[in-house]
């Protein structure tokens, strides 16, 4: 079953602005993750947010996590050509198992 | 950097077909995945492993079986493919929570094109 959900599904920007993406879920989560998938290719892991933490920062990449609204926000800053690609969240629920949300679609036009 | 590599990245059958795929990591990681992604759909878990000769079944494993006789090498298997099969297949690996703790990534490859014609 997939539990998150992501929103927008599409999103297309200028170069240089701030891109955001959100994620909704149902159940009660140990960690939320972000991929990115650019076209044919497989996922690539971002970052990861435990449950007990609200933000995280790596490089461009903001996360923010608000377990009583059950969501999460990914932010890019500064966006680049190179950010096109559809992104991801993910929930770990209590063991290894991930379950996948259907993706953003994003696309940064120059 | 943890690789994971898939035999193919397209293949083509006809249905009724037997068809293997093959995913190895290089990182020693205990927990192995097959997914496929479809457009609307995501990606949906069709079998995962946790360990050598174990199997658990995900949310979608009618009509596929898996195999893992070594820690590295975890195999898909579609013994009669139909049409429906027709999707991109991905693998993907994590450390396990006992060395790694609950907040492992997943590794994926790049993924295998399947076309049942």
């Known amino acids: 079953s997939q539990q998150g959900e992501e929103d927008p599904q599409a999103l297309s920007i200028q170069e240089g602005e701030n891109a955001t993406m959100n994620c909704s879920y149902k159940?009660?989560?140990?960690?939320l993750q972000w991929y990115r998938q650019n076209s044919g290719r497989g996922l690539v892991h971002l970052i990861l947010?435990?449950?007990?933490?609200r933000e995280k920062h790596s490089g461009r990449l903001r996360v923010t996590l608000d377990t009583s609204k059950k969501s999460s926000s990914l932010l890019i800053t500064a966006s680049r050509a190179a950010d096109t690609a559809s992104y991801f969240c993910a929930t770990g629920q209590g063991a290894q198992k991930l379950v996948f949300g259907q993706g953003t679609r994003l696309t940064i036009n120059p | 950097d943890v690789k994971v590599t898939q035999s193919s990245r397209y293949l083509v059958k006809r249905t009724g077909e037997k068809v293997f795929l093959e995913c190895v990591q290089d990182?020693?990681?205990?927990?192995m995945f097959w997914y496929r992604q479809d457009p609307g759909l995501g990606l949906r878990l069709i079998y995962f492993?946790?360990?050598?000769?174990?199997?658990e079944k995900g949310d979608i494993p009618e009509g596929y079986s898996v195999s893992r006789e070594k820690k590295e090498r975890f195999s898909l298997i579609l013994e009669s493919t139909s049409t429906n099969q027709t999707s991109m297949y991905l693998c993907?690996?994590?450390?396990?929570?006992?060395?790694?703790?609950?907040?492992?990534?997943?590794?994926f490859g790049d993924g295998t094109r399947l076309s049942i014609l």
């Open positions: 993907a690996s994590s450390a396990n929570i006992r060395t790694g703790g609950f907040d492992q990534p997943q590794h």
């Open positions: 947010i435990r449950s007990n933490e």
């Open positions: 492993s946790y360990d050598v000769k174990m199997k």
């Open positions: 990182m020693d990681h205990e927990n």
């Open positions: 159940t009660s989560i140990n960690n």
